[in-house]
């Protein structure tokens, strides 16, 4: 049954009818040939913002909100309007009690230092944090560890760096771990190194020491800076702000509507939004990709039907010599699948090259908008499947033409 | 041969319908030579595709070589082709991308001999009729009278029973025309039974005998004495 595709001559005849008509053939490919490149392309594009946003999000709980006090914009309680809003450890403690679908509640402390080791300086932000922190923005340790709770209880004066930090002060392929830096005149040990560009999202961390040590250090008392609360991935993290913020109004007696009094960032919301974004994105790719390929398979079709009613006299004469109509069927439909096999490989060559290109200038370094633009192969198997089936779906039509007239009619034909 | 009974076949045309064979009888025997002649429209190639198995008739008995040939799936007909006829055309009806060769080896490709051995038979019938060294030349590139015994390889290569040829001279002037007729002369002293439509005497003359048709019917089928075209020039 399927010897006839290994017969030189099958190809041959292929090859004869292909290139007697170039012009034409090759004119129809383009159809296909653009699908399938659409259809790479912009899914591998689509796949490379995707791990792009990953990248900025990855080391995130993404479903967080941060929030921080800010000045009141409505009088209360005898309050002037304008009250600068400080939130406080209890705070915290009472969302994380009170708030229903809560995980985690990380008060945060921050303070922009001169930052000394040696003869070497920088300016840095300080973070002070729990070893809770790491449960929500998790950090790639290249050395040592993050604060933990011995660090906490007893106010070590410990620090884990960023690269960034370590790039500044260090000696290339220096251990930092067990160096001191000075922190505002304080010497603080090394105690972890972390890799930079995971978690671009937010403020940027480049010190962090903990809570307790940063009390003390800066004279806090109990305010913070602010909160990072995580919900259970079932509860609504918009709920979750809402219900957080109100009981934040009421227990540091703001007006209920006092929309100005905190300030948040609410990381699932935007991320909710790029995924929406990213996943209509696909869709579109998908709709665009599919219809420009059945589009194109349709040109190949019309090509085909209009060569074989050129052809007519052609498949006569065959017809007399002996070819039966599943012969002169098969040949067309053969012809069909392997133009648009063709120009479906050309396609998906081509569009693999597009990748390449899009990589190499938007996809390097850790700004990218564009990370490791691809396509699975399943996917590309499954495009060349559906070539396939749509080629001989379509090579069907003007096959069944070719044969549905008497040799002798054809014959005629001039 | 071949045998004919009561043979009829009309054409519709539009409502009503034209009667164009009206019952024909014919018995052909191997060896034979047979000019089929009759005014334009009496019906000659509608008799000799039928024969040839490209159209069906209405009614009547056809038997080829003791096969009787009806009922036939589009299938059966082209095997029956391959097996037993060879046409040759008015116009040659080559396939004007493909050589001589290859033109030559296609009734062979429908049989499914392999490449090697087709290629060797067309070129040992392209040899017979003179154009060995055209193998490789494309149809266009030859005359009418190198086009037509190109086909008549071709009809030949299958090593067909019946060589069934519609006015294989209507192309071409008098003197390529006895140049392919004295061939066709040849093919049928080698045994080959051949049936032609012709319309001129001289080439009906060249033949064994002429039945001439007229209004669908046998008016005329008589034997001749063959002239032949060696002693013409
Ligand atoms: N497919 C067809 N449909 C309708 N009428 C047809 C068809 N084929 C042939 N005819 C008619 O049948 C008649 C016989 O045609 P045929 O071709 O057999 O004649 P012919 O003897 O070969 O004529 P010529 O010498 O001109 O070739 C003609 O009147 C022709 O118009
Ligand atoms: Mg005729």
């Given amino acids: 049954m399927f010897r006839f595709l290994f017969d030189r001559d099958t190809w041959q005849e292929v090859y004869d009818s292909f290139s007697k008509n170039k012009l034409r053939s090759v004119l129809t490919m383009v159809g296909v040939w653009w699908g399938i490149l659409l259809l790479i392309g912009l899914l591998g594009s689509a796949r490379g913002v995707e791990n ?43 969302v994380e009690d009170n708030i229903d679908g809560i ?60 690269e960034e930090v370590y790039k500044q002060l260090f000696e290339k392929d220096k251990n930092p771990i067990g160096e001191y830096i000075e922190v505002n005149q304080i010497s603080f040990k090394v105690i972890g190194m972390f890799e930079n560009g995971n978690g671009n999202m937010g403020p940027s961390s480049d010190i962090h020491i903990p809570f307790t040590t940063f009390q003390q250090v800066y004279n806090q008392g109990d305010s913070i800076g602010w909160m990072m ?96 109509p599943f ?32 990589d190499h200038f938007f996809g390097q370094g850790t700004e990218a908008v564009i990370v490791n633009a691809s396509v699975s192969i399943a996917i590309v198997f499954i495009a060349l499947i559906i070539l396939v089936i749509l080629g001989t779906l379509i090579g069907l039509i003007p096959a069944f033409k070719a044969t549905s007239v008497k040799p002798i009619q054809a014959l005629r034909e001039e | 041969m071949l045998e004919i009974h009561q043979l009829h076949k009309s054409y519709p045309i539009g409502d009503s319908s034209l009667h164009v064979l009206k019952g024909i009888d014919l018995t052909v025997e191997s060896g034979e030579m047979v000019a089929i002649m009759g005014s334009s429209g009496s019906g000659k190639s509608t008799l000799l595709n039928i024969i040839g198995m490209l159209d069906e008739a209405d009614s009547g008995e056809y038997i080829l070589d003791g096969l009787p040939i009806k009922d036939l799936t589009e299938k059966k007909a082209a095997v029956y082709r391959n097996k037993f006829l060879g046409f040759i055309f008015q116009s040659f009806n080559l396939i004007n991308y493909k050589n001589a060769l290859e033109n030559v080896a296609l009734p062979l490709y429908y049989q499914g001999m392999k490449r090697k051995e087709r290629q060797e038979l067309a070129m040992f019938h392209l040899e017979k009729v003179g154009l060995a060294d055209w193998a490789q030349h494309l149809p266009k590139e030859l005359s009418g009278g190198q086009n037509q015994r190109v086909a008549i390889a071709r009809a030949l290569a299958a090593n067909p029973k019946l060589l069934l040829a519609d006015e294989p001279t209507g192309a071409l002037d008098t003197k390529t025309s006895y140049e392919i007729m004295e061939f066709i002369q040849q093919l049928n002293d080698e045994g080959k039974t051949i049936l032609m439509v012709t319309h001129e005497e001289d080439i009906a003359n060249m033949c064994k005998r002429i039945v001439r048709l ?20």
Wanted: glycine share 8%; hydrophobic share 45%.
């Fill in chain 1, 52 to 94: 792009s946003f990953n990248r900025l999000f990855g080391s995130f709980a993404t479903n967080s909100v941060f929030i921080w006090g800010q000045n009141t914009s409505k009088p209360f309680k005898g309050f002037q309007e304008g009250k600068r809003v400080r939130l406080s450890l209890s705070d915290a403690k009472k």
């Fill in chain 2, 214 to 233: 007229r209004d669908g019917v046998i008016m005329e089928d008589k034997k001749v004495q063959q002239e032949r075209v060696s002693a013409y020039v």
């Fill in chain 1, 229 to 324: 609360i995580t919900g259970k991935p079932e509860y609504s993290i918009e709920q979750i702000e809402t219900d957080a913020k109100l009981l934040l109004k009421n227990l540091n007696r703001i007006h209920p509507e006092d929309n100005r009094a905190f300030g948040s960032f609410n990381l699932g919301k935007e991320f909710a939004k790029i995924k929406g974004f990213l996943i209509g994105m696909q869709f579109l790719t998908w709709f665009v990709g599919i219809a420009t390929l059945i589009a194109g398979v349709f040109a190949i079709g019309n090509i085909l039907l209009i060569t074989v009613k050129e052809r007519t006299k052609e498949i006569g004469v065959r017809r007399a010599l002996g070819a039966t």
């Fill in chain 1, 103 to 162: 995980e985690f509640v990380v008060p945060r402390n921050r303070n922009q230092a001169t930052v000394v080791r040696n003869f070497l300086s920088g300016s840095f932000a300080i973070n002070g944090d729990y070893p809770l922190l790491d449960k929500v923005q998790k950090k790639k340790l290249i050395y040592g560890r993050f604060i933990n709770q011995n660090d906490i209880d007893d106010n070590k004066k410990v620090a884990v760096i960023s």
């Fill in chain 1, 327 to 358: 012969e002169i069927k098969r040949q067309i439909v053969l012809e069909a699948v392997f133009i648009t096999l063709v120009a479906g490989l050309f396609g998906i060559i081509t569009g693999g090259w597009i990748l390449i290109a899009l």
